[in-house]
């Protein structure tokens, strides 16, 4: 169905394994890095679309990548698939009810997270505009599944954009140890 994403892990498994390069992936992106390192992914049982609750493991409470942030916090989730086993050497991060594998990492620089970290106050508009998104969207939630998401959102951003900040701050930091300028 989507067969450029073979090169995407081609491309990913060399950044990350043989050349040890910073990686962040999100939701497809997370799968994508399950899979190029030798995970497993595929559909949810109880796909997650909405505003829902995060809860960091043990590692990813002591690592240092969600350094600061609380142990559990609401994110944006909008996914129908999942890894449903890690590659060698991952280590989850965080977890939910309906998805076992919210976050890991893999070596020094590698992490991934199924949920999205990265939005904004457009971010559900932006997506409801593309047709098959909204049909996904009113599928999964009802009729004013579009309006009530927005909704959730616009009172979580700022929970979620302090997170992302934090996050983000921690992961430059944490990928950027060790990398030389040549």
Known sequence: KHPWLGNEKILIKEAVEERGM????LCLGHQLLAEALGGKCGPAENPEIGVKTVQLTDDGVTGVIFDALPEAFSCL???????KRMPAGAICLATSPD?????????????????HLEVEADTVENWAAIPSYAEDLETALGKNG??????ACENNM???S???ERFYINW??????GLSVS
């Not at 910073?22 to 992936?25: I, Y």
């Not at 579009?146 to 909704?151: A, F, G, M, R």
């Open 99 to 115: 998805c076992a594998v919210q976050a890991m990492s893999w070596g020094p620089r590698a992490y991934s997270m199924q949920f």
């Open 172 to 177: 430059l930091q944490t990928s950027a140890k």
């Open 146 to 151: 579009v309006v009530e998401l927005k909704v």
């Open 77 to 83: 989730q909008w996914h129908s698939a999942e890894v």
């Open 162 to 164: 302090q997170l992302a």
């Open 158 to 160: 700022s929970e979620f």
């Open 22 to 25: 910073p990686f962040l992936g």
